[in-house]
């Protein structure tokens, strides 16, 4: 029988079994960011050992970090001593490290890709569960916590049971306004934020294969919400093309050989998956989210279910989401008033993401009523919208393009949604206080934060695209 | 990490799904660069108003279940971030086993690195626990790691659960991965010479 793409690339790196037990696999890279790393690093000091391979772990500061004023100390102080303890441990251990200030910087799953850290057929780790991105590349890439991150800096090795395999493939044309955030929240709310526990998932089909690298990261960012250990697609010339280039990819005769190995790297015709759906890019809405998991998602247009329709056992937690979020079972979204919207975090804060915002954007004023973070996933993502003057189009347009970090993706850093606000938000979890203490958020596109952020209100981004090619 | 056996303890009762590691620890109290004092922090949304008072419907706040070792909660427990912040909050609480229905893969294995049970239990023997423990909130469940089994006690009602021969063995004697892994060195060594992916991207 044949192999999945997940086995090709997890056998290549089995170093040794343990019968009975998990396999020990090798790490290409590791990805290190200030939240999930002081404990290892002291892990580390406590048995008195240094990293076992430098030269495959990157640092940045992402989570913590102000997206304002960046060149001053950060005014929070527990961030700042968390931030100032990364730098202090890269210096001690001799980790590169991509701090404030640096022109790498950036949320930690955007510069792995756009550096070339990121390649296919790799196996890449960070203590972040988000890092199921990089599997955009045809990499098993996902997250750790931090006892694995000692693991990892420790012996470049992690013991993992092999999961289960699961394809999604999505056949057919995206409708216009319809994203690949769009074909991930679809995906969830069929599956629910449980029905990927345990597998990893390839997404496969025309759909998926005419999407360009970071829309392709977008939906394997978002496998975790389904509980998935990761997403994966198989890597094609789309891949090999974003890959070239890039600072830390192979170049020249290196680049060519790596590129004939990559292209073995797709699933056999004859090989099994545990489990798989089906669904036609055509079924596909634009998406939003009224509950407090990824999983509670309706297309733009539909009602909230109603309790009748779902099982008992579901009723309590959907119950309690809709109180959280004040909305009545049944109810439409479209219309409602929303007075915060933000743009960004590590599954929508690509160059790309900002170019559409800004195309969509242009000529149009923000509402009054809405307060709007946009926020840039790395320093060279801001430079590469400065240079091409997307900076200038927001503000026109009444918007503000911030520094890079995860801002308002986790109530962590100063951005953050007040008690009570809904927030039409790009990242990827709408769970109860993720953006702040009380705060409602609502997944959506870009496209969709950007036209919510205009009409001030929720908005069908089909009809506002439709109302500017009547204009045109 | 301390070695595990068998505990007997009042069950907590938290008959709530798709707990994630947001409600278990927010965000903004994972500033802490060492492991100590996440348990006053563990559940903070649900358990304090916005006025740091304790709100007097959430079952932690209830001293008849404090020393309580055992939590119990609804399917898919531990979903979302991989922060380990969520198991260290549970284990300085004083928590030696979660059950559910469910567990999410990160936080499943975050609680086995940390000598947290994570038991997996049929959504029916989940269901009697509830049921009994809204009954009797004296109830006791009985975990016994070596012959994988938990017991509703007093009731005779017990079921078996799943882990990895490897995880058990660590958690029976208190052994981490690392010691593992740093033992097998020159098998990583000998990969890293021998790997054929290796030697083309590197």
Redesign the interface.
């Known amino acids: 029988m044949g192999k999945t793409l997940f086995e090709k690339v997890w056998d290549a790196h089995v170093v040794t079994e343990i019968a009975g037990g998990p396999s020990v696999l090798y790490i290409d890279k590791h990805l290190v960011h200030e939240v999930t790393s002081p404990q290892a690093f002291g892990g580390l000091e406590k048995r008195g050992i240094g990293l076992f391979r430098l030269d495959r772990t990157v640092a940045t500061a992402d989570h913590n970090v102000p997206t304002k004023d960046q060149h001053l100390p950060i005014k929070e102080i527990l961030s700042r001593q968390q931030v100032d303890k990364l730098t202090e441990n890269c210096k001690k251990f001799g980790v590169t490290l991509y701090g404030l200030g640096h022109p790498y910087q950036g949320i930690v799953h955007v510069i792995g890709p756009e550096l070339g850290i990121t390649l296919p057929g790799m196996t890449i780790v960070c203590g972040d569960s988000h890092t199921s991105t990089h599997g955009a590349f045809g990499s098993i890439a996902f997250g750790i916590g931090t006892s694995e991150v000692e693991q990892v800096m420790a012996t470049q090795c992690l013991m993992q049971s092999k999961a289960k395999t699961m394809k999604i493939e999505i056949n057919g044309t995206l409708g216009k306004g319809v994203s690949s955030k769009d074909i991930i929240l679809f995906i969830i709310s069929k599956i629910s934020a449980a029905g990927g526990t345990g597998y990893f998932v390839e997404y496969a089909g025309s759909a998926i294969r005419a999407l360009s690298m970071e829309a392709r990261m977008t939906i394997c960012n978002m496998s975790i919400e389904m509980g998935a250990r990761g997403g994966i697609i198989a890597p094609d010339q789309t891949t090999f093309d974003y890959v070239k280039g890039k600072e830390f990819a192979p170049k020249g005769a290196k680049y060519d050989e790596a590129v004939a190995y990559w292209k073995t790297l797709q699933t056999d015709a004859d090989a099994k998956f545990d489990k798989e759906y089906n669904w036609t890019a055509e079924e596909i809405t634009p998406m939003i989210t009224y509950g407090t998991n990824p999983g509670m998602g309706i297309g733009i247009a539909e009602a909230i279910p109603t309790e009748a329709s779902m099982e008992e056992s579901n009723r309590p937690t959907f119950h309690k989401a809709l109180e959280y979020m004040d909305f009545k079972a049944g109810e439409k979204l479209i219309g409602k008033t929303v007075n915060y919207v933000f743009i960004g975090s590590c599954t929508n804060s690509r160059i790309e993401d900002l170019r559409e915002v800004a195309a969509f954007l242009k000529g149009k004023k923000k509402a009054d009523n809405v307060n709007a973070y946009i926020i840039p996933g790395s320093k060279q993502v801001e430079k590469q919208a400065q240079e091409e003057g997307i900076d200038k189009v927001l503000a026109a347009a009444g918007f503000e393009l911030r520094e890079p970090g995860c801002s308002a993706c986790l109530g962590m850093n100063e951005d953050k949604i007040p008690k009570g606000e809904y927030c039409v938000s790009t990242s990827n979890r709408n769970f109860e206080g993720r953006q702040g203490p009380g705060a409602r958020t609502l997944l959506a596109s870009p496209l969709t934060a950007a036209a919510t952020a205009v009409a001030g209100k929720i908005v069908d981004i089909r009809e506002a695209l439709k109302k500017e090619t009547a204009k045109v | 990490m301390e070695k595990f056996t068998t505990i007997v303890s009042k069950a907590v009762p938290l008959?709530?799904?798709?707990v994630?590691t947001?409600?278990i620890i927010?965000?903004?109290f994972?500033?802490?660069?060492?492991?100590d004092g996440f348990g006053n922090n563990l559940f903070r949304?649900w358990r304090y108003d916005?006025k740091d008072q304790p709100k007097a419907d959430f079952i932690l706040n209830d001293a008849h279940y404090k020393g309580s070792k055992i939590l119990v909660a609804?399917?898919?427990f531990g979903?979302?971030?991989?922060?380990?912040?969520a198991?260290w909050a549970l284990t300085d609480y004083g928590f030696k086993v979660v059950v559910s229905s469910?567990?999410?893969?990160?936080f499943r294995?975050?609680s086995l690195?940390?000598g947290l049970l994570p038991v997996q239990v049929s959504?029916e023997f989940l269901n009697a626990i509830f049921e009994k423990a809204k009954a009797d909130n004296n109830l006791e469940l009985k975990v016994d790691l070596v012959a994988q089994t938990i017991e509703i006690v007093g009731h005779n009602m017990s079921e078996g659960f799943e882990i990895?021969?490897?995880?058990k063995t660590c958690m029976i004697n208190g052994y981490?991965?690392?010691d593992?892994?740093?033992s097998?060195?020159d098998?990583?060594e000998h990969?890293?010479k021998t790997?054929?992916?290796?030697s083309?991207?590197?």
Do not use: M, W
């Open positions: 008959p709530i799904e798709e994630d947001d409600q927010p965000a903004r994972l500033k802490a660069t060492t492991k949304d916005d609804g399917k898919n979903c979302g971030s991989s922060r380990e912040h198991a469910f567990f999410a893969d990160i294995n975050n690195n940390n959504q990895n021969n490897y995880k981490d991965d690392i593992y892994l740093l097998i060195k098998k990583i990969y890293e790997s054929k992916y290796l083309i991207v590197s």
